[in-house]
């Protein structure tokens, strides 16, 4: 039975158990001490010292966020002492920070700013700062302000504790001390997957993602540019923090005409390309299982890998490349939309490709480096021009006085409006598998999905476990559905065959699964592994609105699986197989079914390594 102890914290009382820290304590007791080094997500290490408090009995002063409470006592958090420690605190950073708060990206978000305004604290007259280092580290995706850095270490426990990849640390001494990637090496010459996660946690300024904003405002200006949207569905359950909105609430719909009025010319969804995934990555798993499991090849070895999150991607072809094999050639949902914009829809406009601007709304910091890798172009173009992040779009229309709050709802423009459930739900970790499951159960077995799951909700693969496994046996098949029938003889082979599926989120999660299959242990048994490269899922992406806590990221899930239940309720598919646009688009142009010569061309690509697509030829 686990200890009890009594605090008495500011003259609250609260009863805990033992070893809770004293921020925590403080918390419960509905006590708010201010912070910077820490983060719900994180390992706390005290380093900023603004969370000192008094400790009864103790001459000096505590950091709460490493003081564990092991026997009843009282904290005072708001003392003279104190208050003059956290000035003090507040008063060396100060010195030190660079005097840009009206041009900075996190004016306004600003955790130092907001900190040194309550407690009255501005700039030294005369304070000693390192030249401005701004250093473009990743191409499209990251830069680094260091002159900005405030030494929380957020960053560097982010890269280790978080994501298991380690490739950030603190380099030289006293005032010489910087954050440093290894050797000092460029982020593009080490493991960088660019998924931003860093970025979100970054307490000030110093980290954040390339921003093209200026020049997709020109584009909007430009009479003889077609700018075109795709929204994905993690930013639409999000981006309402950016406007005062509580976590999780929806506004789909209200952001489509917002996006109408900030001069975009036409707004689809993202949703959309998710069930043409799901329906050519559902066909290669078909395919792989057909040749592993009769034919007893393995050219292209089980378990499927999901290839939807390019931070994922990156980390493989950093850590894995021998298992590149295992990866789905399926493109992400942003570049299989970005490549039938400049291709098909292109065509059915009437417009030249150059006079199109592809614009995609997406979570994620990585989504920027995707769009930029030659391979995945036309005609030398890029299919994604530019990737704008959640908390990117929030400034725009900040900047053009546009809200959220009074905004009525509008759709989604076709020929790309129409998404079922199951596209939106990839916005969360396991929604990939659970879409791919709804189609295969009902491909192979000619019965609906809601006789093996209520209301077709696949609940074991979701939630926030690190690592959740699900299986499935195909108790029956049906006849060869016509979508598959040019890759499939027949499905008798997999009477009785019991999928064994499993999904991981946070590369930390990833790396142990891979690992584990490296070793020949049971995920090598698996058939199918879905694998996003952030924690929750692309709704706890890098771009996404911050702060950004377990707290948040479940609460927009909430509104994810919300909106994927509202599309049944409303009578619209929420089985991708079933959205009536995607089989059209089969039915005209892409003619020789999923898996096909025109599917590979414009939807699939091939992974070879360090970072590098090699994409099909137009």
């Known amino acids: 039975m686990t200890t009890q102890v009594a605090v008495d914290i500011d003259g609250r009382r609260v009863t805990i158990p033992a070893g809770t820290t004293a921020l ?66 507040l008063e060396l950073l100060m010195g030190e920070h660079p005097d840009r708060c009206p041009e900075c990206v996190r004016t306004g978000e600003c955790e130092l700013q907001a900190l040194a305004t309550e407690y009255g604290v501005g700039p ?40 298991d990849l380690g490739i950030l640390g603190v380099v030289g001494r006293g005032s010489s001390t910087a954050v440093s990637t290894y050797l000092g090496l460029p982020l593009a010459e080490v493991s960088c997957i660019a998924c931003g996660q860093c970025i979100n946690r970054c307490p000030t300024g110093a980290l954040r993602p390339v921003d093209r904003t200026a020049e997709l405002f020109a584009a909007l200006a430009d009479p003889t540019k077609h700018v075109v949207i795709q929204t994905a569905p993690a930013p639409r359950a ?63 070895p089980l378990p499927l890998l999901t290839s939807c999150s390019p931070g994922w991607v990156t980390d493989l072809e950093h850590r894995d490349p021998d298992h590149l094999a295992h990866l789905s050639s399926c493109r992400s949902p942003q570049q299989m939309f970005g490549s039938l914009i400049k291709t098909w829809y292109a065509q059915q406009e009437g417009r030249d490709p150059a006079d199109i601007v ?29 990737a704008l992040t959640t908390r990117e779009l929030a400034a725009m229309m900040r900047a053009r006085g546009i809200g959220l709050a009074d905004v009525p709802a509008s759709d989604f423009d076709d020929p790309f409006g129409t998404a079922s459930g199951s596209g939106v739900i990839f916005g969360v970790t396991g929604g990939v ?35 959740r496994s699900i299986e ?3 108790d029956r098949v049906g006849p060869v559905p016509p979508i598959l029938a040019h890759l499939l003889p027949n499905l008798e082979w997999l009477r009785g065959t019991t999928l064994r599926c499993a999904v991981a989120h946070g590369t930390a999660n990833a790396h142990a699964v891979m690992e584990d299959l490296r070793a020949g242990g049971r995920f090598s048994t698996y058939h199918f592994i879905e694998v996003m490269a952030c924690p929750g899922g692309c709704l706890g992406g890098g771009g996404q609105p911050v702060p950004t806590s377990a707290t948040v990221r479940a609460a927009r899930a909430r509104s994810i699986y919300a909106e994927d239940a509202r599309y049944g309720q409303t009578g619209r598919a929420r089985k991708s197989h079933e959205n009536p646009a995607v089989l059209r688009l089969y039915r005209d142009l892409l003619t020789d079914g999923p898996g096909g010569p025109t599917s590979h061309r414009l939807l699939h690509t091939t992974y070879t390594g360090r970072g590098t697509y090699v994409g099909a030829t137009r």
């Open 24 to 89: 925590d304590a403080a918390d419960a007791a509905g006590v708010r001490i201010p912070t910077l080094c820490h983060h719900p997500d994180l390992r706390d290490v005290g380093s900023c010292r603004l969370c000192m408090v008094e400790v009864e009995g103790q001459a000096g002063l505590q950091a709460a966020c490493t003081y564990p409470v092991t026997a009843d006592l009282r904290l005072r958090t708001d003392s003279p002492r104190v208050v003059d420690a956290r000035r003090g605190v």
């Open 124 to 163: 030294a007259p005369a304070r000693v700062s390192r030249p401005l280092q701004l250093v473009d580290l990743l191409g499209p995706a990251v830069t680094v302000d260091l002159d900005a850095c405030i030494g929380c270490l957020r960053c560097v426990r982010t890269c280790a504790e978080l994501q």
């Open 238 to 300: 999000a981006i309402g923090e950016e406007f005062g909105f509580e976590p999780g609430t929806p506004l789909t719909w209200q952001l489509n005409t917002a996006l109408r009025r900030l001069g975009f010319d036409r707004v689809f969804d993202t949703s959309f390309a998710a069930d043409l995934t799901v329906i050519e990555e559902g066909a290669e798993l078909l395919v792989r299982l057909y040749e592993n499991l009769v034919l007893g090849s393995s050219t292209h």
């Open 358 to 386: 592809s614009v995609s709304l997406m979570p994620c910091t990585a989504k920027k480096f995707e769009a930029t890798r030659p391979e995945l172009t036309h005609d030398g173009r890029p299919d994604v021009d530019m």
């Open 433 to 467: 598998m659970e879409s791919a499951l709804r189609t295969v159960i009902e491909l192979v077995t000619g019965r609906p999905a809601e006789d093996y799951f209520s209301h077709a909700d696949i609940t074991p693969v979701r939630g926030f476990e690190g690592v």
């Open 472 to 474: 499935v046996t195909l």
